[in-house]
């Protein structure tokens, strides 16, 4: 009875496999524990009051769930930081080769090299002020009991940051991409020009990871939702 | 009303308890109530991982003499701070509440 018990709170709580695992193992100590302090000797009429006074599986797991999701946010406001920081690393990696192997943009693209530039420049500033401003909100956020309304309307502030921020850090990437492609335009094929290949290829990780987190974002509004809702 | 104070709840039985797992922290709950809050056991948890977030508590596993394994939770120095003034709130409102119910004069303003 207690395992059956024990696997439908671990299917609740399946939108976050390490928390299943870790409450799984928890209430299972709990619930053997009040069955062996029952003094009825009736082991079956022991393990239903267990169950009963530990409460309703949704209702613990919708708690377990908002405590998930506002773990997550979290989580993501720190990533967005790393993110923006990895993809200026790349970038000045990039520059420090162009100028260490002597590669420069022809006069014909100097004049678009320069708007292309102006727009990363602006992109890339925009989503480090709003990725930073994302994880310092989301990070100073009480974390709530309940998923109440003035909870709601901080994440829906926090997931509009991260989103303007992902759009900024796209924008500066393809710019990004354009440089490195005008560089590379007159460029003999060698060992040298993967550097900036590769660079580029990190960049692009980096917006795919902060893109992967805001969606798991937007699946565990699902997910809460659903089971606050049920 | 009780869920509005439940972390409070929590965290002066771990005060009261020392290190102590949720069954334990539940019963020390109902033995220093009286029985009086009789909330569903379930509703602990959540808690006591939101506390752990919100660095009032810290965990650590270990394994049970029933050889099951057992997350035991400590009071941290934040926890500590936190309930010392949960406590000097409550007591406030505890001191304005029986003020009025029991229908003694305006109290004089300290500040």
């Given at each position: 009875?207690?395992?059956?018990?024990?696997?439908?709170?671990?299917?609740?709580?399946?939108?976050?496999?390490?928390?299943?695992?870790?409450?799984?193992?928890?209430?299972?100590?709990?619930?053997?524990?009040?069955?062996?302090?029952?003094?009825?000797?009736?082991?079956?009429?022991?393990?239903?009051?267990?169950?009963?006074?530990?409460?309703d599986v949704r209702a613990i797991a919708a708690q377990f769930a908002v405590l998930s999701f506002a773990r997550h946010s979290r989580r993501a406001?720190?990533?967005?930081?790393?993110?923006?920081?990895?993809?200026?690393?790349?970038?000045?990696?990039?520059?420090?080769?162009?100028?260490?192997?002597?590669?420069?943009?022809?006069?014909?693209?100097?004049?678009?090299?320069?708007?292309?530039?102006?727009?990363?420049?602006?992109?890339?500033?925009?989503?480090?002020?709003?990725?930073?401003?994302?994880?310092?909100?989301?990070?100073?956020?009480?974390?709530?009991?309940?998923?109440?309304?003035?909870?709601?309307?901080?994440?829906?502030?926090?997931?509009?940051?991260?989103?303007?921020?992902?759009?900024?850090?796209?924008?500066?990437?393809?710019?990004?991409?354009?440089?490195?492609?005008?560089?590379?335009?007159?460029?003999?094929?060698?060992?040298?020009?993967?550097?900036?290949?590769?660079?580029?290829?990190?960049?692009?990780?980096?917006?795919?990871?902060?893109?992967?987190?805001?969606?798991?974002?937007?699946?565990?509004?699902?997910?809460?939702?659903?089971?606050?809702?049920? | 009303?009780?869920?509005?104070?439940?972390?409070?709840?929590?965290?002066?039985?771990?005060?009261?308890?020392?290190?102590?797992?949720?069954?334990?922290?539940?019963?020390?709950?109902?033995?220093?109530?009286?029985?009086?809050?009789?909330?569903?056991?379930?509703?602990?948890?959540?808690?006591?991982?939101?506390?752990?977030?919100?660095?009032?508590?810290?965990?650590?596993?270990?394994?049970?003499?029933?050889?099951?394994?057992?997350?035991?939770?400590?009071?941290?120095?934040?926890?500590?701070?936190?309930?010392?003034?949960?406590?000097?709130?409550?007591?406030?409102?505890?001191?304005?509440?029986?003020?009025?119910?029991?229908?003694?004069?305006?109290?004089?303003?300290?500040?």
């Amino acid at each position: 009875m207690i395992q059956d018990y024990l696997e439908r709170l671990a299917r609740e709580l399946s939108f976050d496999r390490s928390l299943s695992r870790c409450v799984r193992q928890e209430v299972e100590d709990h619930l053997w524990e009040a069955v062996a302090a029952d003094s009825t000797g009736d082991a079956l009429a022991a393990q239903q009051r267990a169950i009963a006074n530990f409460g309703d599986v949704r209702a613990i797991a919708a708690q377990f769930a908002v405590l998930s999701f506002a773990r997550h946010s979290r989580r993501a406001g720190v990533a967005a930081v790393l993110v923006i920081a990895g993809v200026f690393i790349a970038m000045k990696a990039r520059i420090a080769w162009y100028a260490a192997a002597q590669w420069g943009i022809s006069d014909d693209m100097r004049a678009v090299s320069g708007f292309v530039v102006q727009i990363d420049r602006y992109a890339f500033w925009l989503s480090l002020i709003v990725g930073l401003g994302g994880c310092v909100y989301i990070v100073s956020r009480q974390i709530p009991a309940t998923f109440h309304p003035a909870y709601r309307r901080q994440l829906r502030r926090f997931f509009l940051l991260c989103s303007v921020a992902a759009a900024a850090l796209v924008v500066s990437v393809i710019s990004d991409g354009v440089l490195a492609a005008l560089l590379l335009r007159g460029t003999d094929l060698s060992a040298g020009v993967l550097v900036p290949i590769v660079s580029m290829a990190i960049e692009i990780a980096c917006v795919g990871i902060l893109v992967v987190h805001i969606r798991g974002i937007t699946l565990r509004v699902a997910s809460t939702a659903a089971l606050l809702n049920a | 009303m009780l869920k509005g104070h439940l972390d409070m709840i929590v965290l002066a039985a771990l005060s009261a308890a020392g290190p102590a797992h949720g069954y334990a922290i539940i019963e020390e709950i109902k033995r220093r109530s009286g029985g009086a809050f009789d909330l569903p056991e379930g509703t602990i948890y959540p808690a006591l991982h939101r506390l752990e977030q919100a660095g009032l508590l810290k965990s650590s596993w270990m394994t049970a003499d029933s050889g099951r394994r057992r997350r035991v939770y400590t009071l941290t120095r934040n926890g500590n701070r936190a309930l010392v003034e949960r406590r000097a709130v409550w007591k406030q409102f505890s001191d304005a509440i029986g003020g009025l119910l029991g229908g003694a004069g305006p109290r004089e303003n300290p500040a």
